[in-house]
């Protein structure tokens, strides 16, 4: 098996542990809630395929790989977890000494709008290693597409049921579906961040208001994987940032160009 692939793998069984989506009342009925973010948003969810490279001990691996994205404004302006745009290898554990870390970077992005086969290029704008998050913009979009709205956003606090919207692979059609997820708590270290059960991916209320973007912490996440026979679970959770950080965050990244443009 070659590095890249178990690289793969390896986030692949880091982020079973936290990815169990939290199941509130489980006699509550969802039906309305569903249509209204099929309604709103299902379209502005779409699939993005990129190929990371890892390059390990001289030697470049090549591997496609592909990320839930949504757009967040005009002009094909898509939001995505930024560990898909790169990552130092290092924080995983996959650190030799007195030898630099491997870092797996991602290139050629392609983006399938809903309801299209065709999968068009897309460009990275920028990055916040801070946040956590990418944005790409879809070269030569196809008209104006729908997008999330994130400044009509609503404020997420400990107790409140949150829901994500994902598109799925071809393999089940290429179809939207949703996840109910849970904030857990909050914290302040290193930053202001709340703690949550649920999927990676932009969480919205019952309302199909924005909340925040959920994500793993990779670095984390690994080390929490051993809980001993003591069980502590309670490090087994996802990060949710506010979404007044990701709406900040994204009008800024609205005005720039493609990286290397400009």
Do not use: C
């Amino acid at each position: 098996m070659t590095f890249a692939r178990r690289l793969v793998l390896a986030l692949a069984l880091a982020a079973v542990p936290a990815l169990s989506a939290a199941h509130p009342d489980e006699f509550e009925d969802y039906r309305a809630i569903y249509a209204l973010l099929a309604k709103q948003h299902a379209d502005a969810i779409v699939t993005v395929k990129f190929v990371m490279s890892v390059t390990n001990s001289g030697n470049e691996q090549r591997i496609e790989d592909r990320t839930q994205a949504v757009l967040v404004g005009e002009g094909g302006l898509l939001l995505v977890p930024e560990r898909t745009i790169s990552l130092d290898l290092g924080t995983l554990g996959n650190r030799t000494p007195g030898q630099a870390s491997p870092v797996a970077k991602s290139s050629e992005f392609r983006v399938r709008l809903a309801d299209s086969e065709e999968w068009l290029p897309a460009d990275l704008v920028t990055r916040d290693g801070e946040l956590g998050l990418a944005w790409l913009r879809v070269r030569n979009p196809p008209g104006k597409l729908p997008y999330v709205d994130l400044a009509q956003g609503t404020k997420a606090e400990p107790g409140m049921a949150f829901f994500s919207v994902l598109r799925t692979s071809d393999e089940w059609g290429g179809v939207a579906v949703f996840r109910p997820g849970l904030v857990l708590g909050e914290t302040h270290t290193p930053t202001f961040r709340l703690l949550v059960d649920g999927v990676p991916g932009l969480a919205f209320s019952h309302e199909g208001k924005p909340m925040g973007y959920v994500d793993v912490d990779l670095a984390s996440m690994m080390r929490s994987r051993n809980t001993g026979v003591g069980m502590d679970m309670a490090d087994l959770v996802l990060r949710m940032t506010p979404i007044d950080k990701v709406a900040a965050a994204t009008a800024q990244a609205a005005k720039l160009p493609v990286a290397g443009e400009g």
